[in-house]
C-alpha cells in the first residue's frame, strides 16, 4: 500500500507548473475579440454617421454623383473591415487550435496511473522540451528555440511568435528606440490603463529626455511643446517625475545632481526594456520567471537539507572524508545553484538503527560506523567519523534515544 501510495500520480500537483499553458491563449482569443469589437464600433459610428450625412444631403438636393461618392467610400471602408475581421478569425482559429492540442497534451496526464508508466516518461520529456523552448525563448534564442519546437514536434504547446515579439520590442529599446513599443502601448491602451501602468509614460519621458539632451534651441522648443503634449496630462498620477523632466531643461547632461544624472543616464534603456517584458508579461498572464527556473527550483528545494552546504557535504570538498556522497544537491554542479532556494520540508525522519553520537556531535547507526572503521584501518577501541576523518574512542561514544 504504501509503495502505491509514493508511485500514484497526482496530476492536479503537476499542472500547478502548466497554468500558463492554458492561461495564454485564453488571454490572446480575449485581446483578439476587444480588437475586432474596437474596429466594428468605429466602422459602425463612420457607417452611421455617412448614411445620416448622405440622406440629408439629397434631400437639400446634392447631386447623385456626390452621394454615390459618399457611399462607395463607405463601402469600401466596410471591405476594408472585413478583410480585418477575416484576418482576426484567421488568427483565432490558430489559437484554438493550439489550445485543443494543450488541452490534450494535459488530458494524457490524467490517463497514467503511476510514475513508473513509460507513458508518463514521454509525457515528462514533452514537458521538458517545452519548458527548455521557454526558456530559450526569454533569452533571445528564437533559432534555436524553433528548431527545438520543430523537432519535437510541439509547435502548437509553445507560444513562439509571443515571445518572438516581446523580444523584438525589447531589443529595439535596447537600441534607444520607443516606436515599435509606443505602437505596443496604442495597441493594448485599454488593458494597460486597467492595471495602472506607467510604461506609456515613461517612454514618452524618455522621449523628451533625448530631444532635451541635444541642447539645441529648436530641439528645446519642441522638447517644451512635446511635454504639454504628452507629460503633463500624467501630471495628477505623475507629479514629481513631471517637475523633473520640466527642471531637466536648465541641465546639461554632464550635470551630476539627482535626479537628472539619473535621468540623462543611458541606463535608463536597459530600465525600460525591463518594464516592458514585466509589463508584456503582464498583460499576458506570463511568469516573470522562465518556467525551466521555476520547477528548477521546486526540485531542489525538495531535495535540500542543512547538511547539503555544510562544509563535510561531501568527499569531493573533504580530503578526510571516507564517504562519497550521492545527493544530487550536494555536487559541484548543483551546490552554488541551489544555496539560495528554501530547505526540503520533510514530514517524516529517517534514521539509522542503534544510533549513536559522536563527540563532534554527528550522528551515525552503530553497525555502519564499526564496520566503515574496520575497512579503513582504524585502531581497535576506536572508531573513525566517514565524513569529517576525526577518530574517537570507543568509549565517547554516546547511545542516542530517539522519543
Not at 488541452?103 to 513508473?116: F, T
Not at 486597467?194 to 530641439?219: A, D, G, H, T
Request: charged share 25%; net charge neutral; glycine share 2%.
Amino acid at each position: 500500500m504504501a509503495d502505491f501510495t509514493i508511485t500514484q500520480l497526482n496530476a492536479e500537483s503537476h499542472l500547478l507548473l502548466d497554468q500558463p499553458l492554458l492561461r495564454l491563449p485564453y488571454e490572446l482569443v480575449r485581446k483578439n475579440f476587444q480588437t475586432a469589437r474596437r474596429l466594428v464600433e468605429r466602422e459602425r459610428e463612420h457607417v452611421i454617421s455617412t448614411l445620416s450625412d448622405t440622406a440629408n444631403a439629397s434631400l437639400t438636393g446634392e447631386s447623385s454623383a456626390q452621394s454615390a461618392a459618399s457611399l462607395d467610400a463607405m463601402i469600401n471602408r466596410m471591405q476594408g473591415l472585413k478583410r480585418k475581421l477575416e484576418n482576426l478569425h484567421e488568427e483565432e482559429k490558430v489559437i484554438y487550435k493550439h489550445s485543443r492540442k494543450r488541452i490534450e497534451h494535459l488530458q494524457n496526464l490524467y490517463e497514467i496511473p503511476s510514475l513508473l508508466d513509460v507513458k508518463y516518461d514521454e509525457w515528462s520529456r514533452i514537458r521538458l522540451n517545452r519548458l527548455l523552448v521557454d526558456y530559450m525563448l526569454r533569452n533571445g534564442y528564437a533559432d534555436s528555440a524553433k528548431a527545438l519546437a520543430l523537432d519535437r514536434n510541439i509547435e502548437d504547446l509553445v507560444d513562439m511568435e509571443v515571445f518572438i515579439q516581446c523580444s523584438r520590442i525589447q531589443e529595439s529599446l535596447k537600441n534607444q528606440r520607443t516606436q515599435e513599443c509606443l505602437a505596443w502601448c496604442n495597441e493594448n491602451k485599454q488593458a494597460l490603463k486597467k492595471i495602472n501602468s506607467s510604461l506609456e509614460f515613461e517612454l514618452r519621458l524618455q522621449q523628451y529626455i533625448e530631444l532635451v539632451r541635444s541642447r539645441e534651441l529648436s530641439r528645446l522648443l519642441e522638447a517644451r511643446v512635446y511635454a504639454q503634449k504628452f507629460l503633463v496630462p500624467h501630471y495628477e498620477t505623475q507629479m514629481e517625475m513631471v517637475n523633473h523632466a520640466v527642471a531637466l531643461m536648465a541641465y546639461p547632461e554632464t550635470v551630476r545632481i539627482e535626479p537628472y544624472a539619473t535621468l540623462y543616464s543611458l541606463t535608463r534603456w536597459d530600465t525600460l526594456a525591463r518594464l516592458f517584458t514585466n509589463t508584456h508579461h503582464s498583460l499576458l498572464s506570463l511568469p516573470t520567471r522562465p518556467l525551466l527556473h521555476i520547477a528548477l527550483s521546486a526540485g531542489l528545494s525538495s531535495l535540500k537539507t542543512p547538511a547539503c552546504h555544510s562544509k563535510y557535504a561531501s568527499s569531493s570538498s573533504n580530503a578526510n572524508s571516507s564517504t562519497t556522497s550521492v545527493c544530487p544537491i550536494c555536487s559541484t554542479e548543483l551546490n552554488d545553484l541551489a544555496r539560495n532556494v528554501p530547505y526540503a520540508h520533510h514530514t517524516k525522519s529517517h534514521v539509522e538503527n542503534d544510533p549513536v553520537l559522536l563527540p563532534n556531535g554527528r550522528i551515525y547507526g552503530r553497525h555502519r560506523l564499526e564496520m566503515m572503521s574496520e575497512k579503513v584501518g582504524v585502531l581497535e577501541g576506536q572508531v573513525k567519523d566517514p565524513t569529517t576523518g576525526e577518530t574517537f574512542s570507543k568509549e565517547t561514544i554516546q547511545k542516542v534515544y530517539i522519543s
